[in-house]
């Protein structure tokens, strides 16, 4: 059962990262639809668009909250591991468990304020006023969900770790 889960939790991370790679092609061909505009006039009295810079930095934040599950998952997060390797492999493994048990709790904190920060933004009606005006909340929305994603992760991190090979992990070491 918990095996199916996991596949199924998989499939939707898979779209995420997806959904994350479109986001990028989205941002890509507005950029270069905003240079192109500002440098060949094109359209008359159409030179860039105005709010191109506003909406790539808000697609960068979105790829990034959409990816970060994935990657975990994937074990292509960053990733320091020189003194696990030194470590006896038992020692290793501990530090696994202590590093997993505090990125969960880390990223439960995050997901908990995220949502009291968005439940905030919402109840006080705030704008994000620039070249666009919209709900703050819409901004902030991807973090605390994000967050939950990666908290739900860990708990199948922390599972593959007590089902495998009590050592380190090997996804994601450094090259030596």
């Known amino acids: 059962m918990i095996e199916r889960v996991s596949a199924a939790w998989g499939r939707l991370l898979n779209g995420f990262a997806l959904l994350a790679c479109a986001v990028v092609l989205l941002m890509t061909l507005m950029i270069c639809g905003d240079v192109m505009l ?8 159409v ?9 790539s930095e808000w697609m960068l934040y979105l790829i990034t909250m959409l ?4 990657l975990l998952r994937r074990g292509q997060h960053i ?17 696994e468990w202590v590093s997993d048990a505090l990125g969960l ?3 439960i904190v995050i997901a908990y304020y995220g949502f009291r920060a968005v439940f905030a933004s919402f109840s006080g009606g705030s704008l994000s006023i620039k070249t666009l ?3 703050e909340w819409w901004i902030l929305a991807p973090l605390p969900v994000a967050f939950v994603l990666l908290s739900v992760e860990m708990l199948f991190r922390m599972r593959r770790l007590a089902l495998g090979e009590h050592a380190p992990r090997d996804d994601a070491v450094t090259a030596g």
């Not at 030179?47 to 909406?55: L, T, Y």
Request: net charge positive.
């Open 105 to 107: 709790g880390c990223c």
């Open 79 to 95: 990733r320091v591991d020189i003194l696990l390797r030194a470590l006896p492999r038992k020692a290793g493994w501990l530090c």
């Open 38 to 45: 500002r440098n060949v006039r094109i359209i008359p009295g």
């Open 67 to 70: 990816a970060a599950p994935w």
């Open 133 to 135: 005006v919209l709900p």
């Open 47 to 55: 030179q860039g668009i105005a709010w191109a810079n506003e909406v």
